[in-house]
């Protein structure tokens, strides 16, 4: 079945320390997002990615990095610099670039930073 | 900017009808409509590209007023399944190679009760 997949469910992680989400898709979608979710809101963009080797900053970029070495593969890195990174991180990949299409998310990742 | 969903909360009792609006103060190039049940990933709903296109989606229907920068989530004949958070996600066209990106609102929590 083709999907989203986005690994580990709960991560847990103590102040200052790098930690990384993982984000694959079997779709063979061009474009992937990263969004944030904090309890009670909507979902804000952090990254995304129109093709390989490529990126663009979404709207809270700051205390994150992406990289797209491959098609299928968009992990996000969330560094010591993001200052309140306890949040809800969904991952979403549509078939269009340019235009947005339908976005199809995956699980998600449920970081708690101690 | 992000667009401005009202209201924020609805209560519905089976069957009845309910109406969901999102405003954005820019032009759009579309509009889209997710649906998310508690701890789950947002599920699409439908696309609405400027030109006031209505869709329909099961009971649930959406129109674009491209003048007023507005669309509106029509829930007809409410079921038990329509609770969840409805949220918005509007388009706005750029010039570029970054390609397009979905601003969310802060989201409709729907309840419906039997």
């Known amino acids: 079945d083709g999907g989203i997949t986005q690994s580990p469910k709960y991560l847990f992680r103590k102040e200052g320390q790098n930690v990384t989400l993982s984000c694959e898709q079997n779709l063979n979608h061009d474009a992937m997002y990263w969004y944030r979710q904090d309890p009670g809101q909507g979902l804000r963009l952090i990254y995304y990615?129109?093709?390989?080797?490529?990126?663009q900053k979404g709207d809270i970029a700051e205390g994150y990095s992406v990289s797209r070495e491959k098609k299928e593969s968009f992990p996000l890195t969330v560094t010591s610099a993001q200052k309140n990174p306890t949040a809800f991180y969904l991952c979403?990949?549509?078939?269009?670039?340019?235009?947005?299409?339908?976005?199809?998310f995956g699980p998600g990742t449920r970081l708690t930073v101690l | 900017q992000q667009p401005v969903q009202s209201p924020q909360a609805v209560i519905l009792r089976e069957g009845e009808d309910a109406v969901i609006n999102c405003s954005s103060s820019k032009a759009l190039y579309s509009v889209h409509w997710y649906r998310q049940k508690h701890g789950e990933a947002p599920v699409f709903l439908m696309i609405l590209l400027k030109g006031g296109e209505q869709k329909g989606h099961d009971k649930i229907s959406a129109s674009f007023n491209e003048k007023k920068q507005q669309s509106s989530l029509y829930l007809t004949a409410s079921q038990l399944s329509y609770s969840g958070t409805y949220f918005c996600?509007?388009?706005?066209?750029?010039?570029?190679?970054?390609?397009?990106?979905?601003?969310f609102g802060g989201g409709t929590r729907v309840l419906v009760k039997p």
């Open positions: 990615s129109q093709i390989v080797n490529d990126f």
């Open positions: 996600g509007t388009e706005i066209w750029s010039v570029g190679a970054a390609g397009n990106k979905l601003t």
């Open positions: 979403a990949s549509s078939a269009g670039t340019g235009i947005v299409l339908e976005q199809f």
